[in-house]
């Protein structure tokens, strides 16, 4: 892998929280964003004189033949995140080598550039799915990014080194592994992008809420200065006649409580 920076390639509808309620069949008649958004990314890299490496959807390379061209000729690495996002865990092994191969040949095809770099769909190398690196390595891939050393409920090798090492798959093979980045916090394991309650507001004084005097608290509180009301933007959902996207959007917020209460067993088991 040759950048510590990385991207996956893909539509807003192809995450797993939607595949209950975006069908398969509908994704060709959403309105396509990846273009926009990739072109956007690949100026502030290039703003910034930096490259990554893009791990493309074969679905995304099959209809954005000049974006992968671009992110090319942009100088970062193309490497593959499978074709039609199914998470391994669902594919049998020859499903999976299907889907890898249609991928990489597409990418590789558009782009005039050997692959050798994989990520699974929604990080679903675990361990249940470690034949999957005998299938890449089979197919020319020399390297995987795909495990995550945390707990969760859809994926993860809790106790997976943290950073990159070699492999030996489950055949004898060799395989570089580039996990996805942690943080340690004691016995803990978070990712880095883990949802965080934002800080408080500053008081009038400026100061933070962990210097906040008693005078501060309740000057803050005075009537005197009634709290500003908040002003929310509804978010913009594609119109699709058959999906129904505030279902997928509160089952996307509640996956948060339930994925904890899911894990924090088995955290306090270990
Ligand atoms: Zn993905």
């Not at 570089?176 to 916090?185: N, Y």
């Not at 803050?220 to 959007?249: F, G, H, L, Q, Y």
């Amino acid at each position: 892998m040759n950048n510590a920076l990385s991207f996956d390639i893909e539509e807003y509808f192809h995450a797993e929280v939607f595949s209950g309620v975006v069908r398969r069949e509908e994704w060709s008649a959403l309105e396509s964003r990846v273009a926009r958004t990739t072109e956007l990314l690949l100026e502030l890299l290039d703003e910034a004189a930096t490259a990554a490496t893009f791990f493309v959807l074969g679905w995304v390379a099959e209809r954005q033949r000049g974006l992968i061209r671009r992110i090319a000729e942009g100088g970062h690495e193309l490497a593959c995140h499978g074709y039609g996002h199914q998470m391994i865990t669902r594919l049998s092994r020859s499903e999976f080598a299907s889907d890898v191969e249609r991928a990489k040949g597409l990418i590789e095809e558009t782009a005039g550039v050997g692959v050798v770099g994989y990520r699974a769909p929604t990080f679903s190398v675990v361990r249940e799915t470690l034949w999957s690196l005998d299938v890449l390595a089979d197919q020319g891939f020399q390297y995987d990014s795909s495990i995550f050393p945390i707990v969760h409920d859809r994926y993860g090798i809790p106790d997976a080194p943290r950073f990159p090492h070699r492999r030996t798959t489950p055949s004898g093979a060799e395989m570089a592994e580039f996990p996805m980045s942690t943080v340690a916090r004691g016995r803990w394991r978070i990712p880095p992008f883990a949802p965080t309650a934002p800080p408080p507001p500053p008081c009038s004084h400026g100061r933070s809420s962990r210097r906040r005097t008693s005078t501060c608290r309740r000057r803050a509180s005075s009537p005197r200065k009634p709290p500003r009301p908040i002003r929310r933007t509804p978010r913009r959902w594609p119109a699709s006649p058959s999906c129904d996207w505030p279902k997928a959007i509160t089952t996307a917020r509640a996956r948060r409580p339930s994925r904890r209460s899911r894990a924090s067993p088995r955290m306090r088991a270990r």
